[in-house]
């Protein structure tokens, strides 16, 4: 299996920028496809982003669309989440998830999951 650790979050001001790391350890880090998901009080968790294994394919949920990035250095087995123009609305604890088969935005098709890190966004 595989153990991920988020890293990075804070607290920012709006339209502010924090990028999130997601390092790997166990398995090989290349074998699975990563994505990002957040979960904000009250709230459902909610997709935020995806990348193949290579990081050649990336998706991103409507609501962070054009403003996050998803981008891996799987030498350092690390993803990244930069994360600009952030807005309150970004307020909630973000998950990084792994996926030996699967690139998608559903929860349910990832097999492990970080402890999350929180990101507070201010007004």
């Known amino acids: 299996q595989v153990q991920l650790v988020e890293s990075g979050g804070g607290l920012v001001q709006a339209g502010g920028s924090l990028r999130l790391s997601c390092t790997a350890s166990?398995?090989?880090?290349?074998?699975?496809?990563i994505g990002w998901f957040r979960q904000a009080p009250g709230k459902e968790r909610e997709f935020v982003s995806a990348c193949t294994q290579s990081g050649g394919y990336t998706f991103y949920g409507n609501s962070v669309k054009g403003r996050f990035t998803i981008s891996r250095d799987n030498g350092k087995n690390t993803v990244y989440l930069q994360m600009n123009s952030l807005t309150p609305e970004d307020t909630a604890v973000y998950y990084c998830a792994a996926s030996v088969s699967v690139y998608s935005a559903s929860e349910n098709h990832y097999d492990y999951w970080g402890q999350g890190t929180q990101v507070t966004v201010s007004s």
């Open positions: 166990g398995r090989t880090f290349s074998n699975y496809h």
